[in-house]
């Protein structure tokens, strides 16, 4: 007997559902009330029934048929549901439940919290800046500097993690000052330098270049030069 009840079960399936609905259903302004609705929409569209009746919803819920049918009409006024009609390739009339504008209203939930999540960790990276650089300077930033570091951020759009890269060059390079900085920033955007991986490469391709460069030059019996990219030159 228990095995039989096992197979009936294993027999039933089971029914797919985005774990993101889970968690995210209250943030989209749904209901557990209306998020279990759904959930038996979709367990009935799961098996074929794409629109089941009143009663077969109510039948599995403690909803009476009024309050399913106030329930199912606020969900497609409010662009929860909706419900699609047409014809069969035979012409027999159809009507379907569907839960794509449930899905978008999920997906553009995800996008508004990564949109806003990036935001704020880019305040963060831009307000770390002015007290990187003073570390750096080994004093506080005067008011044309900051004002500098501003205009990079909201004027020319460099990003901050690239702004750092480019501090970090400069001293490298020993040559610590905001117009050297500057000048690595105009380069690296000329160059469509977008990341600070590509900002170490393009450093790394330069640094080998003067390098070979100082090789060459103690062949023929000169100076040494300095092994680092000089960015005023460019």
Request: charged share 25%; proline share 3%; with cysteine.
């Amino acid at each position: 007997m228990k095995n039989n009840i096992i197979l009936s079960w294993i027999e039933e399936g089971v029914v797919s559902i985005p774990s993101f609905l889970f968690s995210e259903y209250k943030s989209i302004g749904l209901t557990d009330l209306e998020c279990m609705l759904i959930l038996q929409l979709h367990a009935f569209m799961e098996k074929g029934n794409s629109f089941p009746t009143l009663e077969e919803l109510s039948n599995r819920m403690t909803l009476s048929l009024e309050q399913c049918s106030q329930t199912l009409g606020s969900l497609l006024t409010r662009g929860y549901l909706e419900i699609l009609k047409g014809h069969t390739d035979q012409g027999i009339y159809f009507e379907k439940y569907s839960l794509q504008p449930l899905w978008k209203k999920l997906i553009n939930h995800q996008l508004l919290v990564e949109k806003e999540q990036t935001e704020q960790q880019l305040k963060l990276e831009e307000g770390s800046l002015f007290t990187i650089f003073e570390q750096e300077f080994a004093r506080p930033l005067s008011p044309m500097e900051c004002e500098t570091l501003a205009m990079w951020i909201d004027n020319d759009h460099h990003n901050p993690a690239l702004i750092k890269a480019a501090l970090q060059e400069s001293v490298m390079s020993g040559k610590l000052n905001f117009r050297y900085i500057d000048r690595i920033l105009f380069e690296w955007k000329k160059n469509g330098i977008q990341t600070v991986d590509q900002a170490k490469q393009q450093g790394k391709k330069f640094r080998s270049h003067q390098q070979k460069t100082k090789v060459e030059e103690r062949k023929k019996g000169g100076t040494d030069t300095v092994p680092f990219y000089n960015w005023l030159e460019s």
